[in-house]
């Protein structure tokens, strides 16, 4: 920036969540991410879900096996 001034960029990663979890953690991970409350991520998974015929069900055991959990890194 031409004034001097700059910003500083936070890098944020999706992770498991180990806190707020009720099977893998990654609904309570998509909120943590997202800023969004973790209750609605679940339900809209859940709507995913369904309206999806269990494909994203597959997504969710997929980033269960592949996304790590917060604090591994």
């Not at 990663?13 to 099977?23: E, I, N, V, Y």
């Not at 269990?54 to 980033?63: D, S």
């Not at 592949?66 to 604090?71: A, D, H, I, R, T």
């Amino acid at each position: 920036m031409a004034d001097g001034s700059f910003t500083t960029r936070i890098r944020r990663r999706f992770r498991r969540s180990t806190a707020d979890r009720m099977l893998g953690g990654v609904c309570g991970g998509i909120s943590d991410l997202t800023g969004v409350d973790s209750p609605l991520v679940r339900v809209g998974f859940l709507v995913l879900t369904l309206a999806s015929f269990g494909t994203a069900a597959v997504l969710y055991l997929g980033c269960c096996l592949l996304v790590p959990e917060e604090g591994t890194d």
